[in-house]
């Protein structure tokens, strides 16, 4: 089982990024999605969720209007489109497989993103 987060980089804020979370070892289908992140010094807190069949999506406050989840499991992929970054997005993105950080049982390595000028 293998997660593979990418997509991350430096950004201004105000900007856009998608990440992307490539899966393989497991039928993607059967699965809730989660992506969390960890800033410098913080814990690590849930971002989003998508259910299996991409039918529920959940989202944190803090980016509730401006990140986007979803999926496509013919590509064994999930998406998070994340518009409109502000400095306090700056973090280590990980996506995981379940969307609870108790329960999830397989991470990816991770993916920085910086909301700097």
């Known amino acids: 089982v293998q997660l593979q987060a990418s997509g991350g980089g430096l950004v201004q804020p105000g900007g856009s990024l998608r990440l992307s979370c490539a899966v393989s070892?497991?039928?993607?289908?059967?699965?809730?999605i989660g992506w969390f992140r960890q800033a410098p010094g913080k814990e690590r807190e849930g971002v989003s969720c998508?259910?299996?069949?991409?039918?529920?999506?959940n989202y944190a406050d803090s980016v509730k209007g401006r990140f986007t989840i979803s999926r496509d499991n013919a590509e064994n992929t999930v998406y998070l489109q994340m518009n409109s970054l502000k400095p306090e997005d700056t973090a280590v993105y990980y996506c995981?497989?379940?969307?609870?950080?108790?329960?999830?049982?397989?991470w990816g390595q991770g993916t920085l993103v910086t909301v700097s000028s």
């Open positions: 998508i259910s299996s069949g991409g039918g529920h999506t």
């Open positions: 070892g497991f039928t993607l289908d059967y699965y809730d």
């Open positions: 995981a497989r379940r969307c609870s950080i108790r329960t999830a049982d397989y």
